[in-house]
Each structure stands twice: as C-alpha cells, then as structure tokens.
C-alpha cells in the first residue's frame, strides 16, 4: 500500500495563485502569520531558559505551527479544545496571552494552574482550553464525551482534541474515536503527524498507510492534509468543525508535520534521525510558506515581516522577564482544589507543613523549579 | 415507607436524581435497554429516553474517559462499570485524570463524576466477579469513595454522590444486592459523605467493618453480647474521606479494635486504619489491633467460604480481644 497523497492548497513554493478559503481574508492572515512569528519566537526563548538552567523542561513547538495556529483559528469560543503539552500555538491562537503562557512555564504564583504542572501544561477555562494531562491519549475519550455532551445538549459547539501519531497506538486513541462515532459526538480529532513519537517513527506505531484511513474502522471521514499549509489546515479544520455543530459527526484529520526540534528538551534528536531529514522538512517550513504567499499577494512587505518579527521578540522577552520576577505560589495552595472543600485529613495537614515551616524543619520555597532542582 | 432492597433503592435515588436535574444521565455497559445486569438502572430509559440512559460500547476505558468530558460538558454522568474486577482498564483515567483534574487545572476544571460498580464476593464468582479493590482508590486524593451496606444509606449516599461537585467512587456489595431490605423514603433524601455509623454501642470492643462484612459483624457482635462482650460496631460507609472522629473516639473509649474487611489482608484499608489508631489512639489500647480479612490469595470459586470473613471468625477475634 501506497501512502495517501494529502490534501494541499499551498505547495511549498508558496503558490500565490491560490485563493484564500472562505474565512481568511487578508487582515486575517496577517494575524495569523504574526501568531505563528510569536510562537516561533516563544518556542526558542523557551528552549533557551531551560538550556540557561532558568526553567526545568520544555516541548517545543516548532515545525508545527501552521497546524496549531490554523486549526485554533477555526475554533469558535464556544468550541473546548483538548490540547496536548505540545499544543502552546492552540493557546496562543485561543487569545491566551504570552505571560500567562510564561508565568505557566515557571510554575509561579500567577500561573493559572498554580505550579501543579509541569512546563507546558497550559490552561485555561477562559479560552475554554481543558487541563493538559501528561498521559499519552488519555484526552481521546473525554473529548468524545464533551462532543457527546455538545449533541446531547444541542449546543451549537463543537470539540477540537488534539493528538500525536504516537497516541493513535494507545487502546484510549480507539475507545474515544470508537465512542466519538457511536454515539455522532461533536469531536473533532486532530492527529498531528510529526513523524516521531520521541525516538521512535511513525512506522513503529502503524503498518496501515495513513492515519487518517482508521476513522473508517469507526464509521466517520478521515482526511490526510498538509500540516505545513496553514491554508488547508483552517480550511479542513473549519469544514469539520462545522459539520460536528450541525449533528454531523466527528471527523479524523491527520496533518502530516514535523517537529522540527527535541521531543523535549530531555533528548537529542541527532541521535534518531538524519539531517537530510531535517534539511527536507525544513524546506517545507510552514512560516516561510505562508510569508512568501503573503509576499506573493502583496499582502505583506519586507518591513512589516521585520516589525513583527521585532515585536514578537520585544513581547516575548517582557512576558518572560515578568514571569520569571514573580515567586513561587504559597505553601498552604498545596491544600487546595484537591476536592471542592478541603477535607479534615487535609486541613489537618496543611497545618502540619505550617508549622514545620515555621518551625524551620521544612525550608519555605523560595524559586520556581529550575533545571536539575 | 416502603420496603426496599438494595438495588430498589439505588434505582429509587437514581430516579429522583434524574428528575431533579436533567442534566444527570446514567450510562454503561447494558444498563439503557435491559437496565443492568443487576437491574438497578431498570426502567430509566423507558422513563427518561435514550439521550438521559443509554447503553455504551464495551470499553471501561471510553466509559470513564467520556463521563470526564460528559462533566466537562455540562452534564452530571453517572457510570456504570459492571463489576469492580473491569474497573481496571478505566483505573488509568480514574486515578490519573479524573481525580486529578480540579488539582492540575488550579481549580480551573471539576467533573463531578459517580462511577459506580457491584463489588465484593461471596457469590461464588471466582476472581473475576468477587474482587474488593477499594484499596487501590482510597490511596488516591481528589476521589471519594464510599460503599454502603444497607439500603437506606445506599440511596442517601448516592443521592449525595451525584449532587457532590467531587467525583465519587460508589461500590456496591453484590451480595446484598437483594439479600438486604430496609425501609426507605420514596423522596430523596442525602446520607452525608464523610460519615460512619455506629450500629451496636459498647464499651468492650471496637469493631469496624464496612460493606458487607458490616452484617457479617452484627452478627458476630451479637453472637459475642450472649457472653457479655458489648461491642461499639462502626460501618464507615465512606472510606476516604475517612470519619476519624467516629474511629478515634470509639477506641478511647474501648481500647480494643477488630478491623474487619473482605478485601485481602497485605495493604488493605485495614492497614491504614490500624496505622491511624496507632498513631492517634496508643496509649488508649489495651491489646494489639486485630485484622479479620480476606486471605492474600485471589479470590477462589470453590473455596471462597475460606477466603471471606464470617460470623464465627469474627466473634473468635472479638472474643481473643475482649480476653487479651
């Protein structure tokens, strides 16, 4: 079996005949493309704070920001994503803004989760972006249930769940897609191809010929795109999410990707894969695809890619010398949200670390946790 | 009021949670059209529709993973696992995601979620229709678990657990599925979580069961008042959070402790039971704490009236207590 061609509105070569879809008008592409210019910008600051021992770990993002940002940007704020930890182009897209993104990688007193989190654990009911957990799929069914809950309740919303090719081999990848096309929940699965799943490639987690071709085992599409194309990603993203809103059902897209960098900043990427590799990949760039069809059109000239260039970096560094000034969160949150009222047991212990504490058995937290702590 | 046994009642409470919030939908493996294996969700989804009750593929995993973005979604999902010995393909999304979700999304997120699932032997049902693993989710913060042994706390607490905002683990002791009767209210009504009962008051002997291992020691406990041993019976009904005051209290006054469980002995509840008395109550003891539990074997079809605690074993540990 061959591999299946995916769909393509912009080639690599930029393409400048092309029409935008319906949806993305030149204004709208502007912000688009200065979106992924701050995630790339985010991505590599936030690759260097953990290199300079400043953060204790980083997922980077790059090589995929036409499928985050143009799959985000189909979303309507009614709609609940599930994001993966990869996933900080979904929050940067959903309006989240690069400090509390910042004051998330640090764990600080600021950050929406409160320092329970690892790096890249974003979220944010606001921007209805659910709790990232740390498990591989785990997310799959429960997006089928909130789609479930959104046909169930007759919302006009849908459910965006996000995912990597390593997740379609966990059993959760088949219970959430299985219980997604039973019961015609308002899901949208978004499978971000990227080639790896840390050191291992795409053919160790499948023989099939595409990870799209599985929907059919439920009994929903399943459509391959191109990743790197932002115009193919939004338009595939909004198509399906408007057919989950009108009682259509879920969709499976699989955006073939790269991740350009580590899996984490754990591992080594030069151990596992080549550099042709990489140099084919970084041919395909989803930035400079899009900003040579923006060129094209004359939508975009050299001076403003500059400007916002200067800009993300300006707004990028505020965000992370914000985060990075304020301290860690007190001792006694450690006690709380466990359930919706602390239990006696957990009152009790609270004023056990109190008091060990105050009694200077137990050092108070003075920094967020950085690299080797 | 009205006689009901143990799966009436439950159906009873699910039926008024239904009709008070429509928002509760109860869901699970053959519970929509035949209402359970044990019947407990009968009649619901001729009653409340396909949408409110509704049958599922077969998959712990989907059932638990979808009632998590069930809660997110807005509705109040009540799960069915058809017996605890399944749980644990869903164990995963229960211990790793939906018990940690208020937690890790800085209070952001809930889903008060109820799962509930038959447990408990004594059913000739071999090791795969008789586990009691409440063991390996009372270790877990941000999950109740409760599992009640009489009809009339059956419904009060599920009733609490579906109007709970925190997710519930709700076990339910198979064999008193019909075996136990008692009178309970038509109206809903709440049993609170967090709250033990004494069923016998004495000043000899603590006992403390839960399950169905609390009818096992009322009938120890009586057995042993002919020879003028009164014991304190206490049926925690909720395991976490645990009623510490209810045990504590107890102790001071009696000194002596039977901890009875139908679970296996080797890391069961009773161990952080006894671990609590020893480290609250010591000086009140007057003799070593005593376990009666289930051997540390897998639970037998043949020989399960060995593996399960019963009367006169309990009374024997009563009575070696009272005496020591």
């Known amino acids: 079996m061959t591999a299946v061609q995916p769909l393509q509105l912009l080639s690599p070569e930029g393409g400048a005949s092309v029409e935008p879809p319906e949806g993305l008008d030149p204004e709208r592409l502007l912000s688009l493309y200065r979106n992924m210019v701050r995630l790339r910008v985010f991505d590599r600051r936030a690759l260097n704070l953990q290199r300079q021992g400043r953060i204790n770990f980083y997922a980077p993002a790059s090589g995929q920001e036409a499928a985050m940002i143009g799959s985000a940007a189909a979303l309507e704020p009614q709609d609940v994503a599930y994001p993966t930890y990869r996933e900080s182009g979904v929050c940067l897209q959903r309006g989240m803004s690069l400090r509390t993104m910042a004051d998330q990688l640090f764990g600080n007193a600021r950050d929406l989760v409160k320092g329970r989190q690892m790096p890249n654990h974003w979220s944010s009911r606001e921007h209805n972006i659910v709790s990232i957990s740390s498990c591989i799929a785990t997310q799959i069914p429960q997006a089928a249930g909130t789609g479930m809950a959104q046909r169930f309740r007759g919302e006009n919303a849908a459910t965006i769940c996000y995912f990597g090719d390593g997740a379609t081999s966990e059993g959760d ?172 047991q957990l009152e009790r212990e609270r004023r056990e670390l109190l008091d060990l504490i105050r009694r200077g058995v137990v050092s108070r937290v003075t920094h967020t946790p950085i690299r080797g702590s | 009021m009205p006689v009901m046994n143990y799966i009436q009642a439950l159906n009873s409470a699910l039926n008024n949670a239904m009709e008070e919030d429509e928002r509760v939908v109860v869901f699970g493996e053959d519970v929509g059209r035949m209402g359970g294996v044990f019947r407990v969700t009968d009649g619901l989804q001729k009653r409340f529709g396909e949408k409110r009750c509704f049958d599922t593929p077969l998959c712990e995993q989907g059932i638990v993973g979808s009632a998590i973005g069930m809660a997110i979604g807005g509705l109040r999902p009540v799960a069915e696992i058809q017996f605890m010995d399944y749980i644990l393909p869903a164990y995963d999304q229960i211990a790793n995601e939906l018990a940690t979700l208020r937690y890790r999304s800085g209070g952001q997120y809930a889903a008060p979620v109820v799962v509930r699932t038959p447990c408990c032997g004594g059913i000739h049902g071999g090791h795969y229709h008789s586990q009691s693993t409440e063991a390996i989710f009372t270790s877990v913060p941000g999950i109740h678990v409760v599992m009640p042994s009489d009809p009339y706390d059956a419904k009060g607490l599920l009733i609490s657990a579906i109007r709970s905002e925190d997710p519930v683990l709700f076990l339910e002791p198979k064999k008193l599925y019909r075996s136990a009767k008692a009178e309970v209210p038509e109206s809903p009504y709440e049993v609170p979580i967090g709250k033990a009962k004494r069923l016998r008051e004495g000043e000899h002997v603590t006992v403390i069961a839960w399950g169905v291992m609390v009818k096992v020691c009322e009938k120890a406990v009586d057995a042993v008042a002919e020879k003028g041993i009164r014991c304190d019976l206490i049926d925690l009904r909720t395991l976490t959070p645990l009623d510490e005051e209810a045990v504590l209290s107890s102790v001071e006054k009696t000194g002596r402790v039977v901890i009875v469980h139908e679970a296996r002995r080797n890391t069961g509840y009773g161990a952080e039971l006894a671990a609590l008395i020893a480290e609250r109550a010591l000086l009140s003891l007057e003799a070593p704490i005593r376990r009666v539990t289930g051997f540390d074997v897998h639970c037998p079809f043949t020989l399960d009236p060995y593996f399960l605690p019963d009367p006169p074993r309990v009374a024997l540990a009563i009575e070696e207590t009272a005496r020591f």
């Open chain 1, 173 to 344: 990848f088949h219970a959430g897609l299985n219980f997604a096309g039973v019961f015609r929940a308002n899901t949208v699965f978004f499978c971000q191809n990227n080639q790896w799943a840390i050191t291992v490639p795409v053919t160790r987690q499948t023989a099939a010929p595409s990870i799209a071709i599985k929907a059919s085992a439920y009994g929903f599409e399943g459509i391959r795109i191109d990743g790197n194309d932002l115009l193919v990603v939004y338009k595939t993203v909004r198509e399906a999410l408007e057919k989950a809103r009108s009682g259509g059902g879920p969709t499976l897209i699989e955006a073939l990707t790269y991740r350009m960098g580590p899996h984490s900043t754990s591992d080594d990427p030069r151990r596992y894969r080549t550099e042709q590799e990489v140099e084919t990949w970084r041919r395909r760039d989803p930035i400079e695809r899009l900003q040579r069809y923006l060129e094209a059109r004359g939508w975009i000239d050299a001076e403003q890619v500059e400007r916002i260039a200067a800009e993300a970096k300006e707004e990028v560094d505020r965000a992370i010398s914000e985060a990075e000034a304020v301290g860690p969160p007190e001792p006694e949150t450690l006690f709380e949200d466990v359930y919706a009222r602390p239990t006696p």
